[in-house]
């Protein structure tokens, strides 16, 4: 099949890329629809994504600490302005407040921005770690080591963590999952093209450099770099591929620690688990084991690999995973290989690494104050209002399918009804009490602290009843997800501004944003993952044989249409990998559509705004929500790596499948823009 151009106005769109010169005015101080963003020598059933955002794409640079730009990165900056604030008076308090909470937001923060402490203090946050890793004399020693990084969460070679049982959902059980890898994917180790073999020989220069720092001689660490390459591309020949891990089934195999130690006996798991602090020392005591063949692959290395190389291995992903919070050559060893892979070119200033990673340490904390700052109660009960709506449109959609049984809509009935909707921010606000953070701690020693204050809240939930109040992102966070097992959509307050939710603009605006990020989220309570678990967040089939193959068979419409679009360079959309993600922004849509159609019964027609109908402000809205620029090297990594496909795809993918788009903007039989019915897509 011929390739599709990810860009379908590519000779403008990539020539406007080589002559780029100023950023676009931000997003901020416009009022849904953007006109200056318009490309209108693009024709939208040409090219919708170079309609909505020709312009800006024309005009627009990516700063040269991102690796992309765009609508969702501008209020991203735009709320790490608002943190930044709240951190910079938690660090101004921090010696006389009584406030405990705020006196270790302000001691964490002040920590990472004390760049003066972290050069003085070099590698010696980490010298205790190191000392108990060339210590590793015997399989138990080493056993010791992997329990030891796990409650750091380093998680080398897997990981251990606790999560709602997939099949009992309200019972969280103990999970092993692959991991240890130092590259993004298995695939990095096992390409055999030349810019993968290229990128793999800077990654163990890297590699070499970094134990250089931690004291090796330069020799032994170039060595040494080549046994830690080895050691982790026998770990990636043996882990799942990410289309794979995509099947829930596939990654559930729920055993007894008798059977763990039958699968993988060069551990003392009765042991491990001990030194871990869970429930799971009865050799009866079940546990989730997702990837059986990974753990056997490790427990044939804990027998055959010399202890040398674990200790290399070891010492390696420790400092791999410590070397951004540590003195100055580590981070910038560090952030030149972060310009490999993702193509940036300089690294972030120094506040708002900080203020990231205190909203990581202590997001809630943080996330109490940024709500109290932009998120008000009448914005949230306008948001509830909008849900609701996606909600009712969806239920008539699925009402009215025609290739689904009654039996089979009756259980997506009773699902959809069952969703939990979390908007802007927790209930409950998390309890920081049990984590230290001390401003004359060296940086790098409060990160350590705050993970392993993390681990242990998560370890101490195995074989605990689940709680569904539990939020999975803080509240700044630009961002918004599905859960399946606490079968719940939820939705940041972070995200929950302009330009996707903005109380001051028009519904059609506020649908075709925000209104789109809601159904998408629905949207995946029916994906092709989604769709396996039911209203309880049980896995479970409660599809008729028929029904799920016809729901088959036309998902499989969607691959091949993503198959057929071109990332980057020769880099195609993985259509397999992308599945979930593009359902989820088609459905999305057609949802938002359809409810925004509905808040107009009974209601006069709203007016035309700069000549643009209502339904097409709509559909502007949602592909300006996409308006992204990204560099060629993160292109290449996303493609390999992220579920979502590219933003010119997630807008002209949906729109092109959708008749009422064709209709909103008089497109025609030929155009791209309209797909013929015998290959357009519609699941729900």
Request: charged share 20%; net charge neutral.
């Amino acid at each position: 099949m011929e390739a599709t151009p990810m860009i379908a106005c590519r000779r403008f769109l990539l020539a406007s890329a080589l002559v780029a010169v100023a950023t676009a005015a931000p997003v901020a101080a416009q009022r849904g629809v953007n006109r200056a963003y318009l490309d209108t020598s693009c024709a939208p059933c040409s090219d919708f994504f170079g309609f909505a955002n020709g312009a800006w794409v024309k005009t627009a640079t990516i700063p040269a600490a991102y690796a992309s730009t765009g609508a969702a990165r501008e209020l991203y900056d735009r709320n790490q302005e608002t943190l930044r604030k709240v951190l910079e008076r938690a660090a101004a308090a921090a010696d006389t407040t009584h406030d405990a909470t705020l006196k270790k937001l302000g001691a964490f923060y002040g920590s990472c921005m004390d760049s003066v402490a972290a050069e003085r203090a070099g590698a010696a946050p980490i010298a205790d770690e190191l000392r108990r890793i060339d210590a590793i004399r015997t399989v138990r020693d080493l056993q010791d080591a992997i329990v030891r990084f796990n409650r750091l969460q380093i998680f080398a070679p897997f990981s251990f963590s606790a999560e709602a049982d997939p099949k009992e959902s309200s019972h969280n059980i103990g999970q092993l999952y692959q991991a240890g890898l130092g590259l993004p994917d298995r695939d990095y180790y096992l390409k055999t093209d030349a810019a993968s073999d290229s990128l793999r020989q800077k990654y163990v220069a890297h590699v070499a450099r970094t134990l250089a720092l931690l004291g090796t001689p330069s020799s032994q660490a170039e060595q040494d770099a080549q046994r830690a390459m080895r050691f982790e591309t026998a770990l990636a020949e043996s882990s799942m591929t990410l289309v794979a891990q995509r099947d829930p089934n596939a990654i559930y195999h729920k055993m007894t620690v008798r059977e763990l130690q039958a699968l993988a006996p060069a551990l003392d798991w009765p042991a491990l688990f001990g030194g871990l602090g869970v429930p799971l020392a009865d050799p009866a005591a079940a546990l989730d084991v997702s990837q059986p063949a990974f753990l056997r692959l490790v427990s044939a290395m804990v027998q055959s690999t010399l202890l040398a190389d674990w200790r290399v291995y070891l010492r390696w992903q420790l400092a791999g995973a410590t070397a951004p919070t540590l003195s100055s050559g580590f981070f910038n060893e560090d952030f030149q290989f972060q310009t490999v892979l993702r193509g940036v070119k300089e690294p972030l200033p120094r506040w708002k690494r900080c203020a990231a990673a205190a909203d990581d340490a202590l997001g809630e904390a943080l996330g109490k104050a940024y709500v109290a700052s932009e998120f008000s109660p009448a914005a949230k009960a306008h948001v509830v209002e909008i849900v609701d709506n996606l909600k009712e449109a969806l239920a008539a959609r699925i009402r009215q399918l025609d290739w689904m049984s009654d039996s089979t809509k009756a259980h997506a009935f009773a699902k959809l009804d069952a969703i939990v909707k979390k908007i802007g921010y927790p209930d409950h606000w998390r309890d920081y009490s049990a984590l230290e953070a001390r401003g004359v701690w060296p940086y790098a020693a409060n990160v350590l602290q705050a993970r392993e204050f993390e681990q242990r809240r998560q370890l101490a939930k195995v074989g605990r009843a689940v709680d569904k109040t539990e939020w999975g992102m803080t509240p700044p966070t630009v961002n918004a997800y599905y859960n399946p097992s606490f079968n719940e959509i939820v939705f940041p307050a972070g995200i929950l501004q302009p330009p996707y939710f903005d109380p001051a603009a028009d519904d059609a605006v506020n649908y075709g944003a925000i209104g789109a990020v809601i159904g998408h989220e629905l949207t995946h309570g029916f994906d092709d993952q989604g769709r396996q678990f039911d209203a309880q967040g049980n896995l479970r089939d409660w599809w008729t044989a028929e029904d799920a193959r016809r729901f088959t068979e036309r998902a499989q419409r969607v691959v091949a249409q993503f198959n057929g679009y071109v990332a980057v360079d020769t880099f195609h959309v993985n259509g397999q990998l992308t599945l979930g993600e593009n359902i989820a922004d088609l459905g999305g849509l057609t949802i938002a559509y359809y409810a925004f159609e509905q808040s107009l019964a009974g209601k006069p027609r709203p007016r035309d705004i700069d000549g643009f109908t209502p339904e097409q402000r709509l559909f502007l809205a949602f592909a300006q929500g996409w308006r992204n620029r990204t560099r060629p090297e993160t292109l290449r990594l996303r493609t390999l790596t992220d579920p979502h496909s590219p933003p010119h795809g997630r807008v002209n993918g949906p729109t092109s499948n959708m008749p009422e788009f064709a209709r909103a903007f008089g497109c025609k039989a030929g155009d791209a823009m309209l797909r013929p019915d015998s290959v357009r897509a519609e699941v729900w």
